[in-house]
Each structure stands twice: as C-alpha cells, then as structure tokens.
C-alpha cells in the first residue's frame, strides 16, 4: 500500500493508505473527506465543555443579549423546558450569553469518559439530554450536518470536495490521473501530500532537511567547532617538556646523573 502524509502548508494532519492504481478523483474525495470530518470533531469537541457547563444555546435571537434586554423585549426560550440535562444540573451563567446556564458538567464527565473508548460523542450528549438539543444549538447543527461556519474563523479551515486540489513535489495531482500516472508504480511509496483549495497556487516546497535533522546537523556542528576550539588553545610546543623529547636523558642514565637533587640537607 502506498502511504501518504497528508499536509496543509506545514501542519501534519495524517497518514493515509491506498494503492498506485487510485484516481486521483476518487483519492482527493476521501482524502478531503477526512480532512474536514477532523474539523468537525475538533469543533464539536470544542463545544461540549460550554454545553456542560452552560447548557443549551439560546435561540439566535437572545444571544449576547442581557437579562435586562430580554425581559425588555419579552423574549422567551420555548426550549428551556424539555431540553434540561439529567443527572446533577447546576446554574452556571454563561458570560458569553450564548447559553442558558443550565449545565450539568459532573454528569456529562462521567458519561464522556463510557462513551470516549467509543468515540460516541453524540451517544454521551443523548444520555444527558434525552429529549435532545434545540434545533439551533450548534452541537446538534454538527450532528446533522446543518452547520452554518459563514463568517467564521473555522470557515476558512474547511476544503470543499469539489474545490480541494492535492500536490505532490510542486506538482497539482490532476483529478482525470491516477496515483501511479505520479509515483509509479511501487506500492511500498512513501508520500508527503498537500491539501488546499483551488486557486491558491503551488504550496511551499519541503525543506530537504527536516527540522530533527536539522537540529542533529547543528548540535554536532557544535561539538566539533568545541573539539577545534581546545586543539587550538593547546600549546602546540608542550611534547618538548616531556622526558622521552630530551636528547641527554639516555646519557645523564647511562652515568647515573638522573634524579640528582641540589640544595642544602
């Protein structure tokens, strides 16, 4: 199987297996599909410890609005009711004003940590909510793939299929090729792919040396330029205090002149 590491500019996003006789076409979708289904649970991620601590989301029309401003407009969530959580509720007031308050965080821990092994995200929500989310909670809007990004930070980040191009070595992996029209066809390649929208040009090229190397390369660079640094400080003429340098010390043992010590008893 040919092994891909798919990447968006220079953050790793992950491997992925297939074969040199894919379609490009056919890879770009399963690769942009993955790609985005991860931001989909980055985000839902992001949002379960606000609704654990804050409950449900306000409808859109009392959001970021205070207590004073909604009983000025006698505004009404006719959600509140029947989407309490189970389990150990408390109030907590959302300082954001995007959520009702009406959180549950202990019970949500302990039902997160069943259904983590899992990876059941919306089985855990279910259980604290058993008669569901509000239909504008932004939770619920991912489970059924209703989510509204416009205008958004996280919009920027998703690659529609049909807009999502892969590149290989400064090379656009063109939808009408297949794999092996690139890599040929070794099935034991090792690939670094790129993802990004159309329209935004060649990505950055690899560097050569990767950044560990890179730091390897340095670090030894160092020891050496220490290793020369000592040669350098040492007294090159040092050998001529030695004995066996000393051109009369085989006559003065011959005449038995060695270890002569002068000076008074």
């Not at 004073?68 to 004003?97: N, R």
């Not at 504008?136 to 807009?163: C, K, W, Y």
């Not at 670094?192 to 929208?197: D, F, L, S």
């Amino acid at each position: 199987m040919v092994q891909l590491h798919v990447k968006r500019g220079d953050e790793s996003q992950f491997l992925f297996s297939t074969t040199v006789d894919v379609s490009v076409e056919t890879l770009t979708q399963q690769v942009s599909a993955i790609y985005n289904g991860r931001l989909k649970v980055d985000r839902i991620c992001s949002e379960i410890p606000e609704l654990a601590d804050h409950g449900v989301s306000l409808p859109p029309n009392m959001q970021g609005l205070t207590d004073d401003q909604i009983m000025e407009l006698k505004l009404k969530d006719e959600w509140e009711d029947c989407c309490v959580p189970s389990g150990l509720a408390e109030f907590k007031k959302d300082e954001l004003g995007r959520r009702s308050g009406h959180g549950s965080p202990v019970t949500f821990k302990v039902y997160i940590r069943i259904y983590e092994a899992n990876s059941n995200i919306e089985g855990a929500v279910m259980i604290v909510y058993p008669m569901g989310l509000p239909p504008h909670d932004p939770i619920r809007m991912e489970f059924e793939n209703q989510e509204d990004l416009t205008g958004t930070q996280a919009s920027l980040l998703v690659i529609p299929e049909e807009e999502a191009q892969l590149w290989w070595a400064s090379k656009e992996l063109q939808r009408g090729k297949k794999l092996q029209n690139y890599v040929g066809k070794n099935e034991k390649t090792k690939i670094i792919v790129k993802i990004q929208r159309r329209g935004q040009g060649a990505p950055a090229r690899e560097p050569l040396v990767s950044e560990e190397e890179q730091k390897k390369m340095m670090l030894n660079y160092y020891k050496k330029q220490e290793e020369l640094k000592k040669l350098e400080e040492a007294d090159n003429d040092s050998y001529l205090q030695s004995d066996w340098s000393d051109r009369q010390a085989l006559k003065r043992q011959f005449q038995g002149l060695t270890n002569i010590k002068w000076g008074p008893r």
